[in-house]
C-alpha cells in the first residue's frame, strides 16, 4: 500500500514540475491568458483569467479551475510584502483596464508627527506609476483640508472609463489616466453607473447625482426621500431609501416604481437582484426580478452575500471572514450550487 501511495506521489509531483515548464505563457499573476476584470460595483479587488479568480483580501488569493483556494505566491519562505511577490496586495488592488493590468497602492508616511495617507495606480507591465491621485486644485477649501492623495475605491466603468474614488474628491479617468471630470461631493456609498453619457453616483447628501463625463454638467435627481443603496443595469437604476422602500427608476423615461419593501443591501447582475430582506430582526436572502417578484431565496446559503457579490461566468462570488476564516462562498445564479471553500 505504502508503495502504491509514494509511487502516485511522485507521477503527481512530475506533473506539477511538467506543467509548470510546460511552455504555456504565463501572465503577471502566474495564470495563463487575458486577464479580466470582473463586472459590477463590488468589484472591488477580483480579477480573473483562464485558470484563476484572484481574490485580494490582505493578501492575494487565487481560486483555480479545481476550486482550491490558496496565496497566490508558491515560495514557501516568502512573507509576502516585496514587490516581485503576486501575493502582496499593499492595501490595495489589481485591476483590469482597457486589458491591461494596473495595481493601485495605498501606503502611509509620516508627515510632522502625523499619519497620512496616499494612494496611486502603477502599470503592472512597466511598473510605472501612472496616476498619483492629486488633490483637485479648485476642490472647496474646506474640504481640501482633510483631503489627501489617499485611494478609498477604485472601479472600472467600462473600456474607456474608470473612478478613483478619495475622501473629498472623485475622478473619471479615461484609459491614458487622464482627468475627464472630477467630483467633490463624494458620498459614503462608492456606487456609481454610466448611462450614455452621464456618470450616477450617491452623493453626500443622498441623493443620486449624475456629471456628465463629455461637458461636465452635473445635477440632482430631484427625489423626496434618501437614497441609502443603488444598482443598476441598461437603463434600470434600482435604489434603496431611507425607509428600506426599493425603487426601479428608468434612466430611459425618468419614471419610478416602488417594486419593493424592506431591501437594504444587493447587487444587479442579468435580470436579477440579489437583495438582503430584513423583516422584524429576519433576514433573508432573496432574487428577485426586476419587476420586484421573488424568483429565489438562498438564506441557508450562510456566507453568501447580498451587496459584495462578483460575477465570472456564471456564477456569483464572494469573500468572507466568519469564525477567524477566510473563504470563498460561490452559487450560481439562482441560488443552487452553494460552496465555500477555504485557504489552504
Ligand atoms: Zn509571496
Not at 467633490?184 to 450614455?196: A, R
Amino acid at each position: 500500500m505504502k508503495r502504491v501511495i509514494s509511487v502516485v506521489l511522485a507521477s503527481s509531483l512530475l506533473l506539477c514540475a511538467c506543467s509548470d515548464k510546460d511552455g504555456k505563457e504565463r501572465n503577471y499573476l502566474g495564470g495563463t491568458g487575458e486577464m479580466f476584470h470582473t463586472e459590477g460595483a463590488a468589484s472591488k479587488g477580483v480579477v480573473y483569467d483562464d485558470e484563476n479568480i484572484y481574490f485580494n483580501y490582505t493578501e492575494v488569493y487565487r481560486l483555480d479551475k479545481d476550486g482550491e483556494l490558496m496565496i497566490n505566491c508558491d515560495i514557501a519562505t516568502c512573507k509576502h510584502d516585496n514587490e516581485e511577490c503576486k501575493a502582496a496586495s499593499r492595501e490595495g488592488e489589481y485591476f483590469v483596464f482597457g486589458g491591461k493590468l494596473y495595481q493601485c497602492y495605498r501606503e502611509t508616511d509620516l508627515d510632522e508627527g502625523e499619519i497620512v495617507g496616499y494612494g496611486y495606480i502603477k502599470d503592472c507591465d512597466t511598473g510605472k506609476v501612472v496616476f498619483d491621485n492629486p488633490v483637485p486644485e479648485d476642490l472647496e477649501e474646506s474640504k481640501k483640508l482633510d483631503s489627501s492623495t489617499e485611494i478609498y475605491s477604485i472601479s472600472v466603468i467600462n473600456d474607456d472609463y474608470m473612478k478613483v474614488e478619495g475622501h473629498r474628491h472623485a475622478y473619471i479617468l479615461d484609459k491614458d489616466f487622464n482627468i475627464v471630470c472630477w467630483y467633490g461631493d463624494v458620498g459614503k456609498f462608492q456606487w456609481g453607473n454610466l448611462y450614455e453619457n452621464k456618470y450616477y453616483y450617491i452623493n453626500d447628501l443622498y441623493q443620486i447625482a449624475y456629471i456628465d463625463v463629455k461637458s461636465g454638467e452635473k445635477g440632482v435627481l430631484e427625489w423626496e426621500n434618501k437614497v441609502l443603496f443603488a444598482g443598476a443595469d441598461k437603463d434600470n437604476l434600482f435604489y434603496a431609501d431611507e425607509y428600506n422602500d426599493f425603487y426601479k427608476y428608468s434612466l430611459k423615461d425618468d419614471s419610478s416604481t416602488k417594486i419593493g419593501e424592506n431591501i437594504w443591501f444587493f447587487s444587479v447582475y442579468d435580470g436579477y437582484i440579489y437583495c438582503d430582506q430584513i423583516i422584524d430582526e429576519q433576514k433573508e436572502k432573496i432574487i428577485l426580478d426586476y419587476e420586484g417578484n421573488i424568483k429565489y431565496t438562498y438564506t441557508a446559503n450562510k456566507y453568501m452575500g447580498t451587496d459584495n457579490l462578483v460575477k465570472v461566468g456564471d456564477k456569483l462570488y464572494n469573500m468572507f471572514l466568519e469564525e477567524g476564516k477566510k473563504g470563498v462562498a460561490m452559487m450560481n445564479i439562482d441560488g443552487t450550487g452553494y460552496k465555500e471553500v477555504y485557504i489552504q
